[in-house]
T-cell receptor
Framework: QKEVEQNSGPLSVPEGAIASLNCTYS??????FFWYRQYSGKSPELIMS????GDKEDGRFTAQLNKASQYVSLLIRDSQPSDSATYLC?????????????FGKGTRLHILP | EAQVTQNPRYLITVTGKKLTVTCSQN?????MSWYRQDPGLGLRQIYY???????DKGDVPEGYKVSRKEKRNFPLILESPSPNQTSLYFC?????????????FGPGTRLTVL
């Protein structure tokens, strides 16, 4: 059974601090990893994607992947109130005719002004 | 404007009355997918399609049907809706395999089955 686990939160972080969001996955052959942000009542939108071990930075966002530990994280530097949202971790395991994607249940992030 | 559209956005219906939720994208994307989102259960994939006339089951396909006769459209059909299908539904599309491509989500359809 493929699973993606996230702490549901809420995670409260002071404005200007670093928010750290974590995700673990069970399928060892997973190869693609995504972080989506979802504001309340809105649809998810892609924040970051990462495919190889290490860090990937994009502005205030850094995704970190450790395939040996089956762990992916998202760091948000200089957190802003507009970062308050639910963050969904998504994991792809591409097999023949099995191009499925599994989402975690999401972590609610609240940035304290 | 590049977008994924869904109709209707809100629907209240009764048990057993067949319904269709339409999804259309204007980005010439090959991959399309349907998800349902429920509190405490997250976003779960219902069906997906990697191209015209190719559809596959996701994790929660029971009670749903889909078709992909044209590249741009991917309707979700509930032949006999039941209350446990009350949920928020999202359609999404992607340029190619979701292994390496972003998914673009529609605005969502909130369905209530009484």
């Amino acid at each position: 059974q493929k699973e993606v686990e996230q702490n549901s939160g809420p995670l409260s972080v002071p404005e200007g601090a670093i928010a750290s969001l974590n995700c673990t996955y069970s399928d060892r052959v997973s190869q693609s990893f995504f972080w989506y942000r979802q504001y309340s009542g809105k649809s998810p939108e892609l924040i970051m994607s990462i495919y190889s071990n290490g860090d990937k930075e994009d502005g205030r966002f850094t995704a970190q992947l450790n395939k040996a530990s089956q762990y992916v994280s998202l760091l948000i530097r200089d957190s802003q109130p507009s970062d308050s949202a639910t963050y969904l971790c998504a994991v792809m395991s591409s097999r023949w005719r099995d191009d499925k994607i599994i989402f975690g249940k999401g972590t609610r992030l609240h940035i304290l002004p | 404007e590049a977008q994924v559209t869904q109709n209707p956005r809100y629907l209240i219906t009764v048990t057993g009355k067949k319904l269709t939720v339409t999804c259309s994208q204007n980005m010439n994307h090959e991959y399309m997918s349907w998800y349902r989102q429920d509190p405490g259960l997250g976003l779960r994939q219902i069906y997906y399609s990697m191209n015209v006339e190719v559809t596959d089951k996701g994790d929660v396909p029971e009670g749903y049907k889909v078709s992909r006769k044209e590249k741009r459209n991917f309707p979700l059909i509930l032949e006999s809706p039941s209350p446990n299908q009350t949920s928020l539904y999202f359609c999404a599309s992607s340029p190619g395999t979701v292994s390496y491509n972003e998914q673009f989500f529609g605005p969502g359809t909130r369905l209530t089955v009484l």
